[in-house]
């Protein structure tokens, strides 16, 4: 039989284990949205693609968003010279209701070496935001980086998106007014709906 100290230490251990690991900060809460759908129709000032280090393009949500935004994209993206891998450069919106494409490279998940591989994606999350405040804007959509065919594991990505993302607003007297991950399948909402407190 369980004594009451008892049965609180069990229910705090249950609500630990599917609870974010960071406590909800309203500062950062009303920055950070989620939402699930098509990256290409939402109308900010950037959206950040998950491209590859040519940046001409590719499948998933590269494709998409070349697709949406007209061969003009590819035009600038011919001239940016590639991106290395955890880097970011920007370019126009073209066609799509975003001014803004921030490409940047996320890593090939290596199973041998997880901490390379999140590290490097940390790195794409903040150079993108660095990116987007020396630019000026104030409202950007993250597609998920990696966690298509680059095979990151989803619950893995939207800790290391998410810790990220509040590093960076916490830090700063930043521009941003609103950074929003966009989730395209329930496997990543589920994940960003755990790691987002
Ligand atoms: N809107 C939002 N998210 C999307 C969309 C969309 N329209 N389409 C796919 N996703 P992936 P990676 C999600 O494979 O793993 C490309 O060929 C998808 O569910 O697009 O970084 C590049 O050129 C997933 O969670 O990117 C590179 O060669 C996330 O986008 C390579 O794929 C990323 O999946 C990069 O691989």
Redesign the pocket.
């Known amino acids: 039989i369980l004594t009451v100290t008892q049965l609180y230490a069990v229910s705090e251990v249950k609500a630990a284990a599917t609870a974010s690991r960071y406590s909800a900060s309203r500062s950062i809460n009303d920055r950070v949205g989620l939402t699930k759908g ?3 129709r939402l109308s900010l000032d950037a959206i950040v693609n ?3 280090t040519t940046l001409l ?8 968003i070349h697709r949406a935004a007209g061969p003009e994209l590819l035009e600038e993206c011919e001239a940016l010279q590639g991106c290395r891998t955890g880097q970011a450069k920007i370019t126009e919106g073209y066609r799509l209701p975003a001014k803004h494409v921030i490409h940047t490279v ?1 890593p090939v998940y290596n199973v041998l070496d997880p901490k390379h591989s999140a590290r490097l994606l940390r790195s794409c999350y903040e150079e993108s935001l660095k990116l987007a405040v020396r630019e000026g804007i104030k409202t950007i959509g993250f ?8 095979g990151y594991p989803s619950r893995d990505a939207a800790e290391v998106a998410c810790d990220t993302v509040r590093r960076l607003l916490a830090a700063e007297a930043s521009s941003l007014t609103r950074v929003v991950f ?1 989730a ?2 329930e496997k ?1 909402m589920a994940a960003y709906r755990e790691a987002i407190p």
Do not use: C, H
């Open positions: 098509d990256i290409t998950a491209a590859n393009g590719g499948g998933g949500v590269d494709g998409a996320g597609s998920g980086i990696s966690t298509g065919v680059y966009v395209f399948d990543d």
